[in-house]
């Protein structure tokens, strides 16, 4: 693991119109569980407060939250606009190449760090195609994974399933609400799967659960 690099953990959190954080829990639980497991110092007590604080008043907001190895806090907040949709997105070895694939076996991908070097191509190709909404990786074993920024989910007779941890996943707060409320399953999913869906979605803490349309290569 390359700890030297991995020294900020990151959450990007969404307040409403009134500073409310509905999933901070989920935020919080996930922030103290990284912390402890990369040998941070403990996350402060009063860390929420410090986030409603930054929250716009009378807009729903984009709140960073920077959390550094020695305890440093860092918070940024900016007016976050809607959601274009339809959103879309694209596979990622479609668009970068056979490369583009996840190491399930990679321990820094269960944590969110601004450390994130398998997604850098990813992010560089989505700020000149902003008609994309994010590109969906899958692992060494073809198994789905996620997008560089969102968790996803497809729709298999009526049930939502999400792809497994162990298959090189983030534990999204959204994700971990999802699962806690029983509205979607852990599967061990292929892109085929992926394909042959009766629906997917993505997810991330900042946008909620949404649709998306996955554009496919004509030969597949």
Not at 51 to 58: C, D, M, N, Q, R
Not at 68 to 92: F, M, S
Not at 95 to 119: D, F, N
Not at 181 to 197: E, I
Request: proline residues 5%.
């Amino acid at each position: 693991m390359e700890s030297a690099r991995a020294d900020v953990l990151i959450e990007t959190l969404m307040a409403d119109a009134t500073g409310a954080i509905a999933a901070w829990p989920w935020h919080a639980a996930r922030l103290t569980h990284s912390a402890a497991a990369l040998g941070f110092a403990a996350v402060p007590g009063n860390v929420h407060e410090q986030v409603l604080a930054h929250a716009l008043s009378g807009q729903p907001s984009r709140i960073r939250l920077l959390f550094a190895r020695d305890g440093a806090v860092t918070i940024k907040a900016a007016p976050l606009g809607a959601l274009a949709l339809p959103a879309h997105a694209r596979l990622a070895q479609q668009v970068l190449g056979a490369h583009a694939v996840l190491r399930s076996q990679e321990p820094l991908l269960r944590h969110k760090l601004t450390y994130r070097p398998w997604y850098a191509e990813a992010a560089a190709w989505l700020a000149t195609h902003p008609a994309d909404f994010d590109l969906l990786f899958a692992n060494e074993r073809g198994e789905l994974c996620e997008g560089s920024r969102t968790n996803v989910y497809v729709k298999q007779d009526g049930v939502w399933l999400t792809p497994e941890l162990m298959a090189g996943c983030l534990p999204g707060t959204q994700r971990a609400a999802l699962l806690a409320q029983g509205h979607v399953r852990t599967a061990r999913l292929t892109l085929n799967d992926l394909r042959d869906a009766q629906a997917t979605r993505l997810s991330n803490g900042l946008r909620g659960w949404f649709d998306v349309e996955v554009a496919w290569p004509e030969s597949t």
